[in-house]
């Protein structure tokens, strides 16, 4: 999958959970939303892409979501 469409797909999930007054609550709605509807292939390329390029185009939220949620969001092995 085209990680620019992941970003995109990943900041819009953010800018509608961004709007919640809790950011911690916010952050962890994210993260379940991206675990609960993202294939874990999705998943293994934002998390490889967060570490590899500092998550550059995700939106602070998105990125702290997803560092401060890492393990949740790693797909277990095959």
Request: glycine share 4%; no cysteine.
């Amino acid at each position: 999958m085209d990680i620019h469409n992941l970003v995109r797909m990943a900041n819009q999930i953010g800018s509608f959970y961004e709007s919640l007054p809790d950011a911690a609550e916010a952050s962890r709605e994210i993260a379940n939303h991206i675990k609960k509807f993202w294939e874990p292939r999705m998943r293994r390329e934002i998390l490889a892409y967060v570490d590899k390029e500092a998550g550059a185009g995700l939106s602070a939220v998105v990125l702290a979501s997803i560092q401060s949620n890492k393990e949740m969001l790693t797909p277990a092995p095959a």
